[in-house]
């Protein structure tokens, strides 16, 4: 009798731990840092929203290290129930049919309501399919942004204003330069600022099929008219020191940061790093633009990175994701994410969320990125792009300005060589990827 | 020196001094810059004397690492450089007299097969599969573990040649008065060999040790996980931006600390790192 | 050379041979046949969909410009490392042979940069000559030389080989001083009795006798500017700028990892597989002639 009631415990117990026992949904992501500790917290915050899934977190290295820890780990059977891609892996990740879910499925499968249409259509339009399908969920977005350094204006002479247009930011170099600046403008990301964001805000294409989201089949068309009069004029800049080159990265925020630069374009995070210089006065503006084209500015495109979901997992861990995701989804917790971290707001209702709460008051101009990615109803060729091996060909193309900002090459040959060199690329890509 | 010629001796110390002057100049300007803030560092010219952040900077990297870049504590990096050089050493040591040992004293059906075999994975240096070994590592649940940073890197030729060099000149009549007396092979190796190749092992152990502890490409792609890294990758992961957004003092202060412990071992252990290095390189 | 006196056992050798035999085979030839097999496979990054594509990746590799032109990139690197590793080295050597006084004082100063990993030799070397911060930097400039090897290449290759050479220094002076030190006196002294100065008799006795020793570094300086400075490169330019300092090695991970290209990386390691062969051969042929197989 007593084995027996001692039985029925036992059994009792378990079946009550097996009920309460937590699926574990594995996150890699490639934040550290302070971006970390708010990524932690989000995962927390679900965790003790309901007790069903369990996020965890694992910070694998830069995205491209956890990039190939999650393609090693697919291979040998245990990969991450999510894993987060920088922008330029969108191609790869969604032709790799069987290894990951598109989010669309997910929700769907798991009865999960999803709106697409709630999202900002520049952030969502990157990672959805051209029939309109989400194939990634949108994590953290930015995008570029055009700085400038008050005092360094004033002691030109200068109204503390961003140039408009480049004409007005051609005189304004001048001035500065005149006034004793050293280094008068830098930028981060040079490909994603001149060229990507370049196309964009002009309403011209980066690459055939709707910049590839049409097809495999795209080639670049980075050596127009425009693109070489253009990064001719960043030549002409950088022989006349009003352009000093910092780097293919993110460099350039540190030039600004510490006073070094008087404007600098470089990605709407930046802004954290600018936040810790109290001494320094900056503002935050819109891209210069070349006014006699027609359509501009148009509207920028995002980078970032996204969240993929895995294959070959249990459907009970896709529902677990799907709660996860529609989680990320709320008001609330976008606009928590927002503020403290400087990416964009993915949903309108996060927007305007944030709004309402009189942040962007408080914080002028921390609605700019918001605003200069939804200045203008999406066209093709400003929706964002999507190149097979595209880690590869930003890396073409930012070694051929390197070799224009060091007067090796003239803009033409360089972007002609960018674009047969860039097309290779593609061509390998979409023979192994198209079968 | 044949005649004395008192100016070329003059020369010949000024050569010299000059060469550890070259030689020693990035060392002191590291460990100035470990003593000082950001904000000095930042103002060129830095300062050349150093300044008095000395234990504030250590203190932080050896708890918590940098605050822009990676956050590992660098107390446990130390650890894990350590526990990888002494895996690597010792593994490598122990694994590789056992097989020279073999395939000197012993005559057995594919003795050559297996020598040869060892030989080639000299033209292997593992940068040049790497790709392919970290999957295996992958597949074999080897990452971010000790076992996953050491055991891909025991196995090299250079130790089991280097040993078979030894073994060969160890007179036979030792080998043959063992046989007599009625000892086994073990025996053998363990009263015998052993004692001879103390200075083979120390050498080869100085050798490894710095070998294991600068390992670079391996750990970068076999650890993620903060609490793996090792010290010389924990370095490259605090370089996170430009000049002026890197955290120099801490970065210095961090290279001090994962240049000291190789650089202990190689002056302590000279003697025999000398003799082991060029006696058996050759 | 054999041994004349062995033990005789059917079993233990292949027992005192298990372990490394077995983690050779783990670690070293079965990531080798997959490298080899997948430099014949065209294959997406997650390994769904493979195709055998024969000698396709290789072919790509010969008829891209940016390949060949890492060839040339390592040769350039490699023969400059070599170049002035084995030069100052000499120098070093040869004058700590001379001097009586204090000769172990300098040889423990100059043999603890042997200790320095090279990619920590490489941001030494990258924070001194920094191009905003940097304290080299700061006097080139004052002497009017304009440092950004963010932009310059020259510059960059510059940068690697002072990292890569200062540390290889040590490993280098060690041989040379070894060698000088056992060249007999009295072939010095016949030579000094003939009437030729110190000049004279370095060129034409003691250069030539080094030649062993000297082809022997020049063969392990190669190797290691092939492989080893890739924690050098890694810590400080990344192949940049524009693949000027992109060497073979660098090219293999970064297609490999960051590119997730794992035909073309295979076969560039196929190919670099080959290399290593030729140069290992060569060091063994020529310079082991001790050791008899």
Not at chain 3, 204 to 212: E, R
């Given at each position: 009798m007593r084995v027996q009631s001692l039985a029925v415990l036992v059994c009792a117990g378990l079946f009550a731990a097996i009920a309460h026992a937590q699926t574990e949904i594995v996150w890699w992501h490639s934040m550290g840092g302070a971006l970390g500790e708010q990524l932690n917290a989000l995962a927390s915050k679900f965790n003790d929203s309901q007790k069903d899934y369990k996020v965890v977190p694992v910070f694998k290295g830069t995205y491209p290290e956890s990039m190939t820890a999650a393609i090693a780990a697919f291979r040998a059977g245990n990969a991450p129930h999510i894993l987060q891609v920088f922008e330029v892996g969108t191609a790869t990740m969604m032709a790799a049919k069987g290894a990951i879910v598109p989010v669309a499925k997910v929700m769907g499968d798991a009865k999960e309501p999803f709106d697409a249409k709630a999202y900002l259509p520049t952030v969502s339009g990157y990672y959805t399919d051209t029939k309109g399908n989400m194939l990634s969920f949108p994590f953290n977005s930015s995008t570029v942004m055009f700085y400038i350094n008050h005092d360094a204006f004033k002691k030109a002479g200068l109204a503390p204003q961003a140039p408009k247009t480049w004409k007005d930011f051609q005189a304004a170099a001048e001035k500065l330069k005149a006034a004793g600046q050293q280094c008068v403008y830098t930028t981060s990301w040079p490909s994603w600022t001149h060229i990507e964001n370049f196309s964009a805000w002009h309403n011209v294409p980066i690459g055939t099929k709707q910049n590839g989201m049409g097809g495999f089949d795209t080639?670049?068309?980075?050596?127009?008219?425009?693109?070489?009069?253009?990064?001719?004029?960043?030549?002409?800049?950088?022989?006349?020191?009003?352009?000093?080159?910092?780097?293919?990265?993110?460099?350039?925020?540190?030039?600004?940061?510490?006073?070094?630069?008087?404007?600098?374009?470089?990605?709407?995070?930046?802004?954290?790093?600018?936040?810790?210089?109290?001494?320094?006065?900056?503002?935050?503006?819109?891209?210069?633009?070349?006014?006699?084209?027609?359509?501009?500015?148009?509207?920028?495109?995002?980078?970032?990175?996204?969240?993929?979901?895995?294959?070959?997992?249990k459907p009970q861990e896709y529902k677990g994701v799907s709660k996860f995701f529609a989680f990320l989804s709320l008001p609330e917790v976008q606009k928590e994410w927002h503020v403290g971290t400087g990416y964009v707001p993915i949903t309108l209702a996060a927007y305007e969320l944030t709004r309402e709460s009189g942040f962007y008051e408080k914080n002028p101009g921390a609605d700019m990125p918001v605003k200069q990615l939804t200045y203008k109803p999406p066209t093709p060729n400003s929706k964002g792009l999507r190149f097979g091996n595209f880690v590869q060909g930003r890396e073409v193309i930012e070694e051929e300005l390197e070799a224009v900002f060091a007067g090796r090459k003239d803009a033409k040959a360089a972007l002609d060589e960018a674009v047969k060199r860039g097309n290779e690329i593609l061509r390998k890509f979409e023979a192994a990827a198209a079968r | 020196m044949v005649e004395n010629r008192p100016g070329l001796t003059i020369l010949s110390h000024a050569v010299l001094l000059l060469g550890v002057a070259v030689i020693a100049f990035p060392l002191y300007v590291t460990f100035v810059a470990s003593t000082l803030t950001l904000e000095q560092i930042l103002t060129v010219p830095m300062p050349l004397v150093p300044g008095d952040h000395l234990v504030d900077n250590y203190r932080q990297v050896l708890t918590a690492g940098s605050t822009r870049g990676s956050q590992a504590a660098v107390a446990t990096m130390l650890g894990n450089s350590l526990v990888m050089a002494f895996g690597i050493a010792l593994g490598k040591i122990a694994i590789s007299i056992i097989a020279s040992f073999a395939i000197v004293y012993f005559r057995f059906p594919l003795r050559n097969f297996f020598f040869w075999m060892i030989f080639v994975t000299l033209m292997l240096p593992v940068e040049v599969r790497i790709i392919p070994t970290f999957q295996v590592a992958s597949d074999l649940h080897l990452l971010n573990s000790y076992v996953g940073l050491t055991l891909p890197l025991i196995a090299s030729a250079t130790a089991t040649f280097l040993f078979r060099q030894f073994f060969l000149t160890v007179p036979d009549e030792l080998a043959e008065a063992a046989r007599i007396d009625g000892a086994g092979p073990m025996r053998f190796f363990r009263d015998v060999l052993l004692p001879l190749s103390k200075t083979s092992i120390a050498a080869l152990f100085v050798i490894q040790f710095i070998y294991g502890w600068n390992q670079y490409l391996w750990p970068l792609l076999v650890t993620s996980d903060e609490s793996m890294y090792t010290a010389v990758i924990g370095i490259k992961r605090m370089i996170v931006g430009s000049d002026a957004a890197n955290e120099w003092p801490l970065i210095m202060a961090t290279a001090m600390l994962a240049m000291l412990p190789p650089a202990v071992v190689v002056l302590a252990m000279q003697k025999w790192f000398v003799k082991g290095l060029v006696e058996t390189e050759k | 050379m054999e041994k004349r006196v062995v033990f005789r056992s059917a079993w233990l050798p292949y027992a005192l041979l298990a372990p490394q035999i077995a983690v050779t085979l783990v670690f070293f030839f079965w990531p080798a046949v997959q490298a080899i097999w997948f430099s014949f496979q065209l294959q997406d990054a997650f390994g769904l969909r493979t195709e055998f594509v024969g000698l396709r990746n290789f072919q790509a590799l010969f008829g891209d410009s940016r390949y060949l032109a890492s060839f040339r990139?390592?040769?350039?690197?490699?023969?400059?490392?070599?170049?002035?590793?084995?030069?100052?080295?000499?120098?070093?050597?040869?004058?700590?042979?001379?001097?009586?006084?204090?000769?172990?004082?300098?040889?423990?100063?100059?043999?603890?940069?042997?200790?320095?990993?090279?990619?920590?030799?490489?941001?030494?070397?990258?924070?001194?000559?920094?191009?905003?911060?940097?304290?080299?930097?700061?006097?080139?400039?004052?002497?009017?030389?304009?440092?950004?090897?963010?932009?310059?290449?020259?510059?960059?290759?510059?940068?690697?080989?002072?990292?890569?050479?200062?540390?290889?220094?040590?490993?280098?002076?060690?041989?040379?001083?070894?060698?000088?030190?056992?060249?007999?006196?009295?072939?010095?002294?016949?030579?000094?009795?003939?009437?030729?100065?110190?000049?004279?008799?370095?060129?034409?006795?003691?250069?030539?006798?080094?030649?062993?020793?000297?082809?022997?570094?020049?063969?392990?300086?190669?190797?290691?500017?092939?492989?080893?400075?890739?924690?050098?490169?890694?810590?400080?330019?990344?192949?940049?700028?524009?693949?000027?300092?992109?060497?073979?090695?660098?090219?293999?991970?970064?297609?490999?990892?960051?590119?997730?290209?794992?035909g073309g990386s295979s076969a560039q390691s196929v190919i670099l597989m080959c290399i290593v062969i030729v140069l290992t051969a060569l060091q063994f042929r020529f310079v082991e002639r001790k050791v008899q197989y």
């Open positions: 080639e670049f068309t980075i050596n127009s008219p425009l693109h070489v009069r253009h990064v001719t004029m960043l030549g002409e800049l950088a022989k006349k020191g009003l352009f000093t080159y910092a780097g293919r990265t993110n460099q350039g925020d540190g030039k600004f940061a510490s006073g070094e630069c008087a404007m600098v374009t470089a990605s709407a995070g930046a802004q954290a790093t600018f936040r810790k210089n109290p001494k320094l006065d900056w503002s935050i503006n819109f891209l210069p633009y070349h006014d006699d084209v027609k359509g501009a500015p148009q509207n920028s495109i995002i980078g970032g990175a996204s969240l993929w979901v895995m294959g070959g997992k | - | 990139t390592t040769a350039v690197f490699s023969v400059a490392v070599a170049f002035f590793g084995i030069a100052i080295s000499l120098a070093l050597a040869a004058m700590a042979d001379r001097v009586v006084r204090g000769a172990l004082a300098y040889r423990t100063l100059l043999i603890w940069p042997y200790a320095v990993a090279p990619a920590v030799a490489g941001v030494l070397w990258a924070f001194i000559f920094a191009p905003s911060i940097g304290i080299v930097t700061y006097m080139l400039r004052r002497w009017g030389i304009d440092w950004n090897w963010i932009l310059r290449g020259d510059q960059a290759m510059l940068l690697v080989v002072i990292a890569s050479v200062w540390k290889q220094i040590s490993y280098n002076f060690l041989f040379f001083l070894a060698g000088l030190q056992s060249i007999p006196r009295s072939l010095i002294e016949a030579a000094a009795i003939d009437g030729a100065g110190p000049a004279r008799r370095f060129w034409t006795v003691v250069f030539p006798l080094l030649s062993p020793t000297t082809f022997f570094l020049l063969v392990v300086n190669i190797v290691y500017a092939f492989f080893d400075t890739f924690g050098v490169i890694d810590a400080t330019t990344q192949g940049g700028p524009a693949q000027d300092t992109q060497i073979l090695v660098y090219k293999v991970y970064y297609d490999g990892v960051k590119a997730a290209d794992l």
